[in-house]
Structures are given as C-alpha cells and as structure tokens.
C-alpha cells in the first residue's frame, strides 16, 4: 500500500503559525491533499502535548488516531481517508562550537508520550519549553541528539531543512561544512536529512558524503493549507517502485502502516519510494541576495562582487545552491545509482489561480479547488496520477496543459532569495535577474 506522509508541521503553539492549526484542522486538510501520515509537530510544548493526549487514541502502531467526536464529517467522499498522527517536534539549537555561533534546528520523531516525555523533561532543565512550540534553547546539537537516542531506541533525530543559511547544520551563516563536525561521534545515528523546500535531492546527490542518508521532504506547515507543499511517499508492499500514487491492494500484499515501518524505511529505503518536491527555486533562499534592496544573485554573480550587496555595499545572504555549489565534490546532474526518485510539483491552487488569472488567496480559487477535489479526488491525486484527459473533462483544457507542462518540469522561475520566495509561471516566462 502506497501511502504518503509529512512529519515536519507546527501546532497554533508555534510563532508565526495560524490559529488554524488545530488537530482537527490537520486532519481534515491531510485529506484534502491525500496525505495518510502526518506529524502532530510541537509535542515539547506543554499544552500541545496535553491537548495531543486529549484528542488524539493511541494504536498499537505506534501512530495516533484522532477521537471521532473532533472529526468533521462533511470531508468529499472523493477525498476522504484514514489519517494517521506522528508524535513530531522542532528544536531549535543556539550554541557555540569550535569558535562559531552555531544555530541548527532538529526534528525529533518518537514512538510514544513516554519517550515524549523523557525528551521534554531533559529540555526542560535547560531552557523554557513554554515560550515556543519550537523551542529555543542554549543546547549543542550533538547534545540533543543524545537525548533523543536516551529516550527510546526507536525515536530519532532529522536535521531540518538542512540547506537554509540561518538554521541548519549546513546553513552558510551559522552551519558545518559535514555532519561529523556537528555530531562528532554520533554522526552515525544520522540517517536522514531534511532537503527544505530550496533544495532537492537532485542538488543533494552532488554530495558524495550524502550517499548512506535519506533525503526526506515535509511541508514545515504553519496553516493548514500548506500542508503536503512537501512530502514522502512509502509503500508497505513488496512491489517495484513506482511514482504513481495509485492504490495498491489496500495493505493487503504488505505489512500496515506503522510507527516502526516508516522508521525502518527512512533507515534503510526499503519501503521508501522517494519525495514530493518543491520546485526548489522557488524556495525563499535558493539564490543568494539582499531583500532589503531588491537584489538577487547567482553564485557566480556573489563570487564576482566580493559577497556584498551592490547597493548598499552590505554583506548579501548566501543562498542554498551557493552553498551546495560550495561543497559538492560532484558535477551538476550527477545521479547516484541507487537514488530515490522525486517528483517536483506546483500547488494546485497556484496553478488554478494562473490558469483563471485571478489571485492565488481568491473566492474563485477556493470555489474551484474544492469542486476539483469533488470531482477528481484529493490534491495529489490530480497533481500526480489524474489522466490529463479526466482533468480537461473536470475542468478546461488550458488547466490540463497547466499538470501536463508542470509534471514534465516546463515552467518558468525566478528563484527565490533572502527569505523571498520565488515566482513560478506556466505559461509565460517571467524577467531574468
């Protein structure tokens, strides 16, 4: 059974995340995009962790399981699916290490409130867990980590977006040029990266210190809609890998989705069938550049004016491909043989918005992205698998052309940069910079 998941998202506990995070919210939204999986994100905070054990059962999976009286039953029977909670976390780690200000942020994945528990009473001897659902603590990554492995042998630890420059274990601003400077003697409890929405494994495979690590994808969602802008795609079965997300035989050739089996995939890739993508150019730090002036480069073009901005003589942010450009020990459009395959898609609503030239936030967006997933099923399923033919039947010719141009990767961007997200067009091209 082919199943997809996003592990990374933040609860209304959050900064900078919408009221609208609500478990019943996630649930419902996760069945709109056809997301099977999703993290609770958050369960360091007090009182989304006591909320997490109000409102959601726990199943001998391993997974959670929201309470019937918090699920909404008007869900479009094309959409509708079971939906399976992840007790997830972020942690935010500001420290010194080897003469540098280090700032790295982690995902903690754990089977259950007791491992929960023993992670969030270590955390809280060190700084204040109620400030932030994503808490921001004086602690060494590699410290963490250590916690993370004492709390069960079955949780684990995802460096997070591990490209941006402000917050991750390469990040050009506060990062490590490998994970052993990070992790030391525990580097080899790394298993996995998270590539954010500036990178794709496809910039990733360039690193040849990358090969033993799976590269997962998730959303970092703070409102519901967000959710599944990236993710992972499992499957339970024995059978080949495939990119479409087609219903197998409903679990019944492989063993049930499970705590355990997704760790066991994310270990090994036995079971792992790859990622669903951002176009990474539109990440809001793929380029290198200054927002506050306006001022977005290529790695060739910062090289060439000295790392300053030239309006205000500034030092400019260093983006995601500079620094991949930076370590990498192989040539652009390297593939490793055993590489996971990804897919890069565009946000339906994007799309429609395009297609209807009207705002992407707009009534007539919404009217239409809930009529589409009546009739043609959820988010992913017409991104990814809908026959072309179905969605011109459903909708109009020009949205059909729109999927098929975006699943062959025909689109126009000007990549994001400084926090900025890019601009992504189908059917015209947009300036150079």
């Keep these: 059974m082919r199943f997809i998941a996003d592990l990374h998202i933040h609860s209304r506990f959050s900064r ?21 999986v999703v993290g609770t994100g958050d369960f360091t905070h ?40 992840m007790l997830t976390s972020e942690v935010s780690c500001i420290y010194t290490k080897k003469g540098k200000v280090r700032k790295i ?31 921001i603590l004086g602690l060494d990554a590699k410290i963490l ?11 684990m630890l995802v460096p997070a977006h591990a490209w941006t420059p402000h917050f991750s274990v390469f990040g050009a601003s506060s990062g490590f040029d490998s994970l052993e400077e990070c992790f030391d003697e525990l580097t080899p409890n790394i298993c996995a ?19 033993g690590i799976t590269l997962i994808s998730n959303s970092d969602a703070h409102s519901p809609a967000k959710l599944g802008r990236e993710a992972n795609i499992f499957d339970t079965s024995n059978s080949p890998r495939r990119y479409a997300l087609k219903k197998g035989k409903d679990g019944a050739d492989g063993p049930e989705i499970s705590y355990q089996f997704i760790m066991n995939a994310i270990k090994t890739r036995k079971g792992f069938l790859g990622t669903i ?31 300053l901005c030239p309006v205000c003589g500034k030092k400019v942010t260093v983006g995601v491909l500079h620094r991949v450009e930076k370590l990498a020990d192989r040539k652009d459009g390297f593939r490793p043989k055993d590489a996971t395959p990804f897919f890069s898609v565009i946000p339906l609503p ?4 395009e297609t209807m030239k009207v705002g992407v936030n707009s009534k007539t967006v919404k009217k239409e992205y809930f009529r589409l997933l009546e009739k043609l099923g959820n988010e992913f399923r017409i991104l990814m698998d809908t ?19 975006m699943r062959s990767g025909n689109v126009h961007i000007v990549p994001g940069f400084d926090g900025e997200y890019g601009k992504v067009k189908i059917f015209e091209d947009l300036p150079s910079l």
């Design 16 to 36: 900078a995340t919408s009221r609208e995070m609500s478990l019943e919210s996630i649930w419902k939204w996760a069945q709109f995009k056809g997301i099977s």
């Design 46 to 85: 007090p009182q989304c962790q006591n909320e997490l054990k109000a409102k959601l059962d726990y199943i001998d999976t391993k997974l959670f399981k929201l309470k019937d009286k918090y699920q909404e039953k008007a869900i479009p029977a094309s959409c509708r699916g079971e939906v399976f909670f």
């Design 105 to 135: 942020h982690s995902l903690i994945f754990v089977p259950d409130f007791a491992a929960a528990s023993r992670v969030n009473t270590a955390l809280a001897k060190i700084g204040n867990l109620e400030s932030d659902g994503r808490p």
């Design 145 to 155: 980590l250590k916690i993370v492995l004492d709390s069960s042998d079955k949780s």
């Design 193 to 211: 990266i998270e590539t954010g929405l500036s990178s794709d494994p496809a910039m990733n495979w360039r690193l040849s210190a990358l090969d």
């Design 277 to 307: 993508e951002f176009f990474p150019e539109e990440g809001k730090y793929h380029y290198d550049g200054h927002r506050t002036c306006g001022v977005s480069l290529s790695p060739r073009e910062t090289i060439k004016r000295n790392y």
């Design 350 to 353: 994007e799309i429609i918005a």
């Design 387 to 405: 026959p072309p033919e179905d969605i011109e039947r459903a909708a109009s010719p020009i949205l059909r052309k729109a999927v098929e141009r």
